[in-house]
């Protein structure tokens, strides 16, 4: 029987400790990280992410929209906020369920059932993603323009990727810099711009990633 690893992404050490205790008498592999930095970088050796919304350092709900983009695992998140658009914005941004910091034992273990359940029949992420004329293989990390491949740096394909994979959404530089640079860092716009000049020098045209000033930048047309 393959055992479930859960990864619970929760600052509180005591509310950690208890919900990973539960999950633990319930048969699964459960481990920890405190931050959403910590998240981006763990979540890939887990089957699910129990994801507190209130991090010292990435909002959660910016880091469940990161996971969500690369990976097709579930994510139920957990959050103390009240307002019922905290747990709206959740669901948008890609979580499974949604559930209050007070949830017992036996209910979290219903919903962990539930979403497992459904994310089985859940159809995978695409491997290839195709832009004629940009074709991105996401496992061999190869990217061709017309056929001719295109040679980019770790931190290019990933920011490529990750603006691809949603070619029709804005990407905050926030959450570039969570996703590919694994930091919370504010002073970002050096660096997201001078991957984006090189992208956009490789890729032969400007056009290939729109500046939303002031926001970020989405996926165009070459």
């Known amino acids: 029987m393959t055992v479930i690893r859960v990864l619970v992404v929760e600052d509180d050490a005591t509310e950690a400790e208890a919900r990973m205790h539960a999950l633990r008498r319930q048969g699964y592999a459960v481990s920890r990280v405190e931050t959403g930095t ?16 209130d991090l010292p ?36 941004a890609g979580a499974d369920d949604c559930v209050d910091v007070t949830c017992g034992s036996r209910e979290m273990a219903a919903r962990i059932e539930a979403v497992l359940r459904r994310s089985a029949r859940r159809p ?3 491997r290839v993603i195709v832009l004629d004329p940009l074709r991105i293989d996401v496992v061999t990390r190869e990217v061709r323009l017309r056929g001719e491949p295109v040679a980019l740096t770790g931190k290019e394909f990933d920011l490529l990727h990750m603006l691809a994979a949603r070619p029709d959404a804005v990407v905050t530089r926030k959450e570039l810099m969570a996703s590919v640079w694994d930091t919370s860092w504010t002073d970002s716009s050096r660096t997201i711009d001078t991957h984006v000049r090189s992208l956009r020098v490789k890729l032969g045209a400007s056009s290939w990633i ?10 165009g047309r070459g």
């Open 38 to 53: 910590e998240a981006l970088k763990a979540h890939q050796d887990s089957d699910l992410v129990l994801l507190d919304l």
């Open 57 to 92: 350092d990435i909002d959660g709900i910016e880091v469940c929209r990161s996971i969500r983009r690369s990976d097709n695992k579930p994510i139920i998140s957990v959050s103390s906020r009240q307002a019922e658009m905290d747990r709206v914005l959740a669901l948008k």
């Open 210 to 219: 729109i500046t939303m000033r002031g926001v970020g930048y989405r996926m």
């Open 124 to 126: 995978a992420p695409p």
